[in-house]
């Protein structure tokens, strides 16, 4: 039997709590919610990790370390992620639950209090963050967005969301740019902590056996010391209108790469004015989000044009990626056939068995999210933001009543925005 609650219980800050026997590990997370900014993405990427490293009571790894393990080997580690035009970063914890362990042990409230204290009481020097942390911090930052170009797939899907999106929030990388984090100071780090502690909204998601009224009560505690200024509403993420008459863009880049990275990013309209998430999951299921999909039984198995090709769509923001590895030579044929993919869903060509593989792959989905805490915890992260009344269970059936005229109403939204290949360097004969 599960049981969920949800209340804001302090200004800004809404908790979630998901009352469940099914699992022996809890787990609790706190999340600041925070519009995406190049001139503050990379501070918000970092920060998690500067808290990490020690509180006023625990000033350094070593010390949080036994602490933790005196909690039965609780974790909490730092989340960072990207929802929409959002960026969410904070701290997520599992822990044994407090209901199947010897005694009366409070690793819950212990776990809720320290990750209370990395948030609001991180170890400090003269008033600021220590600077040996936010040192180590920032070049640990530019290592991995530097390190983001060695994985070609993940540079060329970061590219085109840049070009795609250039001038919209969404297309300011999750971590920043390498120029702003190569600019963070203690001073301005410190400065920008304290502001978003004060008027960031924040979500607070527990799943175990406590009963809501406890959970409530330890979270209350370990954000007692939360400042609380002119709390900003939660960012939107902006969804453009499609322009009928505007012209795909074409970008090629050379790099020293063995295999191309075709990528290409579709905006989706006027399926986004009233979104039927369950009809969306299934339409990318159908076109390239799972192994049953057009995409891969078409274009990378029956064909053979791509190594890998398969699509992904953002629900927040109303737009579709489909993310191809080919040989150089294949650039033009590969790319016709994932638009002529596209246009067979677009004219209801679905056959029956691939409307139900794509269901069956969304409802698998859900229900293995649903299975097991962190999961859990993803999934009404994402409820909250998109600001969804019905439940994961209820997505998933409404996912499974999806009809193949959805589909093709979705796909005829579709909309080739943009197309970045990153291609091999040219060699002199």
Same mark, same amino acid.
């Given at each position: 039997?599960?049981?969920?609650?949800?209340?804001?219980?302090?200004?800004?800050?809404?908790?979630?709590?998901?009352?469940?026997?099914? +699992?022996?590990?809890?787990?609790?997370?706190?999340?600041?919610?925070?519009?995406?900014?190049?001139?503050?993405?990379?501070?918000? !990427?970092?920060?998690?990790?500067?808290?990490?490293?020690?509180?006023?009571?625990?000033?350094?790894? *070593? @010390?949080?370390?036994?602490?933790?393990? &005196?909690?039965?080997?609780?974790?909490?580690?730092?989340?960072?992620?990207?929802?929409?035009?959002?960026?969410?970063? =904070?701290?997520?914890?599992? +822990?044994?639950?407090?209901?199947?362990?010897?005694?009366?042990?409070?690793?819950?409230?212990?776990?809720?209090?320290?990750? =209370?204290?990395?948030?609001?009481?991180?170890?400090?020097?003269?008033?600021?963050?220590?600077?040996?942390?936010? &040192?180590?911090?920032?070049?640990?930052?530019?290592?991995?967005?530097?390190?983001?170009?060695?994985?070609?797939? /993940?540079?060329?899907?970061?590219?085109?969301?840049?070009?795609?999106?250039?001038?919209?929030?969404?297309?300011?990388?999750?971590?920043?740019? #390498?120029? $702003?984090?190569?600019?963070?100071?203690?001073?301005?780090?410190?400065?920008?902590?304290?502001?978003? #502690?004060?008027?960031?909204?924040?979500?607070?998601?527990?799943?175990?056996?406590?009963?809501?009224?406890?959970?409530?009560?330890?979270?209350? *505690?370990?954000?007692? %010391?939360?400042?609380?200024?002119?709390?900003?509403?939660?960012? $939107?993420?902006? /969804?453009? &209108?499609?322009?009928?008459?505007?012209?795909?863009?074409?970008?090629? $880049?050379?790099?020293?790469?063995?295999? =191309?990275?075709?990528?290409?990013?579709?905006?989706? =309209?006027?399926?986004?004015?009233?979104?039927?998430? !369950?009809?969306?999951? /299934?339409?990318?299921?159908?076109?390239?989000?799972?192994?049953?999909?057009?995409?891969?039984?078409?274009?990378?198995?029956?064909?053979?044009?791509?190594?890998?090709?398969? @699509? @992904?769509?953002?629900?927040?923001?109303?737009?579709?990626? /489909?993310?191809?590895?080919? *040989?150089?030579?294949?650039?033009?044929?590969?790319?016709?056939?994932?638009?002529?993919?596209?246009?067979?869903?677009?004219?209801?060509?679905?056959?029956?068995? $691939?409307?139900? %593989? !794509?269901?069956?792959?969304?409802?698998?989905?859900?229900?293995?999210?649903?299975?097991?805490?962190?999961?859990?915890? @993803?999934?009404?992260?994402?409820?909250?933001?998109?600001?969804?009344?019905?439940?994961?269970?209820?997505?998933?059936?409404?996912? !499974?009543?999806?009809?193949?005229?959805?589909?093709?109403?979705?796909?005829?939204?579709?909309?080739?925005?943009?197309?970045? +290949?990153?291609?091999?360097?040219?060699?002199?004969?």
């Amino acid at each position: 039997m599960q049981e969920v609650y949800n209340k804001e219980i302090m200004p800004g800050v809404e908790l979630t709590c998901i009352h469940t026997l099914k +699992f022996k590990t809890g787990c609790l997370s706190m999340t600041l919610l925070v519009e995406l900014d190049k001139k503050t993405a990379s501070m918000n !990427a970092m920060l998690p990790d500067v808290l990490r490293r020690g509180t006023a009571r625990f000033p350094n790894m *070593e @010390s949080l370390a036994a602490e933790l393990d &005196d909690m039965y080997g609780a974790r909490i580690v730092p989340a960072l992620r990207k929802k929409g035009e959002i960026q969410c970063l =904070g701290f997520y914890a599992d +822990f044994p639950d407090d209901a199947f362990l010897p005694g009366r042990e409070k690793v819950l409230e212990r776990t809720a209090g320290l990750m =209370g204290e990395m948030l609001l009481s991180p170890a400090t020097s003269g008033g600021r963050l220590r600077p040996e942390y936010v &040192d180590t911090e920032r070049e640990n930052l530019i290592s991995d967005i530097k390190a983001e170009i060695n994985d070609k797939r /993940v540079y060329a899907s970061r590219r085109l969301v840049e070009l795609m999106f250039k001038g919209e929030r969404y297309g300011i990388n999750t971590m920043g740019s #390498l120029q $702003e984090a190569e600019k963070i100071t203690v001073h301005s780090l410190t400065k920008h902590y304290k502001e978003l #502690l004060a008027t960031s909204p924040m979500r607070v998601f527990y799943c175990g056996a406590a009963k809501h009224d406890y959970v409530e009560r330890v979270v209350r *505690e370990a954000l007692s %010391g939360l400042p609380r200024a002119a709390v900003r509403p939660v960012p $939107e993420t902006h /969804v453009p &209108d499609s322009d009928s008459t505007a012209q795909a863009r074409y970008v090629t $880049e050379r790099m020293d790469v063995g295999q =191309g990275k075709l990528v290409m990013g579709y905006r989706l =309209g006027e399926a986004m004015r009233r979104p039927d998430h !369950a009809a969306l999951m /299934v339409f990318n299921a159908v076109y390239g989000g799972a192994v049953t999909s057009k995409l891969f039984a078409n274009v990378r198995e029956r064909l053979s044009l791509c190594y890998y090709a398969s @699509s @992904s769509v953002d629900r927040l923001k109303g737009a579709m990626f /489909v993310s191809s590895g080919i *040989e150089f030579s294949k650039y033009q044929e590969a790319m016709d056939e994932i638009e002529r993919q596209l246009e067979a869903v677009k004219n209801g060509e679905i056959s029956k068995s $691939e409307l139900e %593989g !794509a269901k069956k792959a969304v409802v698998n989905a859900l229900y293995s999210a649903l299975d097991e805490p962190g999961g859990l915890e @993803s999934l009404y992260l994402d409820k909250s933001i998109l600001g969804l009344s019905i439940e994961p269970e209820d997505l998933a059936a409404m996912a !499974a009543l999806v009809t193949a005229e959805q589909v093709s109403g979705i796909a005829s939204h579709a909309k080739l925005d943009t197309v970045y +290949f990153l291609t091999g360097e040219e060699r002199d004969a």
